[in-house]
């Protein structure tokens, strides 16, 4: 906006310049000569020296006889001719000169005042063109609005950006669900002769980066109708009203071009439950939804548009959304498996140059959790490792590297640890391990390092052994005692505590309550204790009411600090009794910063003698 200021200030300058560059260039020829006063000039008339006298306003241009020139001024009420008879010029005097009445001249508002009339109409239409410039280089929407900035996909678009249902790995299940939908779109009648009714929206869910907006744009390429595009957050924005009319006009657009798709990316940022108070703007927002909901409600039984939303967060959303007759398909779209990592990789190692020693199984099985954009990121991690190194390809080496990059944050080389912290964190990460080591229930060790990363200083990664969707107690209680595996490994090396199991003691001190007020896994019983409730615009959960009394909630800390009580006497039994373990583990990674699990396997096996170990 300051920039719209200062053209603002320089359009007025320029103005200003023109008109006082008038007033400089306007003829003063009044000004140039004597001025004498009026009651000479009747005597000089009597005399009959005056040959002309040129009138222009009251402003008097007095030629004589003689060729000399004089100005003057009569009176502003009256005409010249009066004014000379009232000063005692007699009718045949007047008469004997000419008088030559000129248009007015000079003053400086006749110049100023279209000026100042027409400025600020002037400046009122440049500062709308120039806004109007910049929304359509920007949003495109100062005057549109009220329309929808929706994208229509399909035809035109650029080869290389086509997606195709090919490059959406695994998602098999949900593939066939939204081609069975476009299916739909394409021929109705085969449904209708059979009475069924055509969903009207399907829902996508997903975590974060599963590949919904990726489907939805393979589905734009695939089903060969008309698909128009636009995110939730679109609608909620500017201006009040302004999302329920964009809805509007959305929606007539899409009917008008049935059969049609229309997709409604991050559809939570208006779905949201209707809670007052919370998130600023929730009115509007409310609105908007209702006008979707009425849009919805309006498709005549063989209007040909299918409303397709995505969102990851289908626990915010409106149970009125959700209704049948709305969005009354929802198709789950989850974390890849193992396979589906696997394929999500080969899309995305197509056209890089891989080395052979690359083995997709490995890096798909060291990456649970990971999301299809988490792996797409991973080898794009990769790949510019090797840049970096100036190798021809990209080694199996670069995609363990990027693993623990996009889980942990890049390495921190830089951030050296003293002798003594070494030490400290040594001794910490080989606690982990070793407890994570010894109880079966824990995750399997994949690697231990103590070289700092992102926000840690350093880190044992520990993985399930299988992919998981459902944890047991002992997992949990494994879970408690390897967690408790630093803290108590200083404890027991140092007879002293440091500040590295802070976030450790957080976790635990969380998954400890977690047992007894969520899981029911305490001697409590199986009752959830206080209400909880996400709270979607900061996306975190937190107990909102206590829904118990006070002498349960002492309770409640009884059991969860019994679990932590315990998880800590067993942990510390299980480093006192391999302490030797220990000493050579957190050794090994003093020297050498990180332990792979094939070595750290071998140094568990190995009982008693320490072996040097080559860098
Ligand atoms: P979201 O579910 O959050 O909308 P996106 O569809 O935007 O996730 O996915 C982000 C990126 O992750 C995609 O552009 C793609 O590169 C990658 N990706 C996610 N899922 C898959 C998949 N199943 N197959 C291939 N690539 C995927
Ligand atoms: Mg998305
Ligand atoms: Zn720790």
């Known amino acids: 906006m300051n920039k719209v200021l200062q053209n603002f200030l320089f359009v007025i300058l320029i103005f200003l310049l023109i008109s006082s560059l008038f007033a400089l260039f306007n003829p003063q020829i009044f000004e140039k000569s004597e001025e004498v006063s009026f009651s000479q000039i009747s005597q000089d008339i009597n005399q009959g020296n005056i040959k002309e006298i040129i009138v222009s306003g009251d402003d008097l241009l007095i030629l004589y006889q003689d060729g000399k020139q004089v100005t003057s001024r009569k009176e502003s009420d009256s005409s010249l001719t009066q004014s000379l008879i009232n000063y005692g010029v007699s009718q045949e005097k007047i008469r004997g000169f000419q008088i030559k009445i000129e248009k007015e001249k000079g003053s400086i508002w006749e110049w100023l005042m279209p000026v100042l009339i027409f400025l600020p109409l002037l400046i009122f239409i440049w500062f709308f063109w120039t806004i109007s410039k910049q929304a359509k280089a920007g949003a495109g929407q100062t005057f549109s609005f009220l329309k929808a900035p929706a994208k229509l996909f399909g035809s035109g678009k650029a080869p290389g950006e086509k997606v195709t249902f090919k490059d959406v790995a695994g998602l098999e299940g949900a593939k066939e669900e939204v081609k069975e939908v476009v299916d739909f779109l394409k021929n109705p009648k085969k449904f209708w002769k059979m009475g069924a009714r055509i969903p009207r929206g399907v829902l996508l869910i997903g975590p974060p980066g599963t590949g919904k907006t990726l489907l939805a744009r393979a589905v734009a390429n695939e089903s060969g109708v008309p698909f128009f595009s636009i995110v939730g957050s679109a609608f909620v924005e500017l201006f009040v009203g302004v999302g329920s009319s964009r809805v509007r006009s959305l929606f007539e657009t899409a009917k008008k071009n049935q059969p049609s798709i229309l997709f409604i990316d991050e559809i939570d940022a208006i779905g949201k439950t209707r809670m007052p108070g919370v998130g600023g703007g929730h009115e509007e927002r409310e609105q908007t939804l209702n006008q979707i909901l009425a849009e919805m409600d309006g498709f005549e039984r063989d209007t040909g548009v299918i409303v397709i939303g995505a969102t990851n967060k289908p626990d915010v959303l409106d149970s009125a959304l959700l209704r049948p007759g709305r969005f009354d398909r929802r198709i ?64 199996q080496e670069e995609f363990l590297e990027s693993i623990e990059k996009v889980l942990l944050g890049p390495e921190r080389k830089s951030h050296l640890l003293s002798k003594k912290e070494k030490e400290i964190c040594a001794f910490h990460e080989a606690g982990h391990a070793l407890v994570a080591a010894s109880i079966p229930e824990a995750e399997q060790v994949r690697k231990i390092s103590i070289v700092s990363r992102g926000m840690v200083a350093g880190y044992t990664l520990a993985l399930p052994k299988e992919e998981k969707r ?146």
């Open 332 to 395: 789950v779209l989850d974390l890849p498996d193992i396979k589906g990592r696997k394929e999500i990789l080969k899309i995305h190692c197509r056209d890089k140059p891989l080395s052979l020693d690359v083995n997709l199984d490995e890096i798909a099985e060291r990456t649970p959790g990971f999301s299809g954009a988490d792996l797409a990121n991973l080898v794009n991690e990769a790949a510019i490792f090797a840049a970096r190194k100036d190798k021809k390809q990209i080694y």
């Open 470 to 615: 459902i944890k047991t107690k002992s997992e949990f209680l494994a879970e408690l005692s390897v967690l408790l595996g630093g803290f108590c490994a200083e404890k027991l090396k140092f007879k002293e505590i440091s500040t590295g199991a802070t976030n450790d003691l957080e976790k635990v001190s969380l998954l400890a309550r977690n047992l007894v007020t969520k899981y029911g896994m305490s001697k409590l019983g199986p009752i959830s204790f206080g209400k909880r409730e996400s709270m979607p615009f900061l996306g975190w959960e937190a107990e909102t009411e206590r829904n118990y009394s006070e002498k349960i909630a002492t309770a409640i800390d009884k059991e969860t600090e019994r679990f932590i009580k315990e998880a800590e006497k067993k942990t510390i039994r299980i480093l006192k009794k391999k302490r030797k373990t220990l000493e050579r583990i957190a050794k090994v990674l003093i020297e050498k910063e990180t332990i792979e699990k094939e070595e750290f396997e071998n140094l568990i096996k190995k009982k008693g003698k320490i072996k040097k170990v080559k860098r």
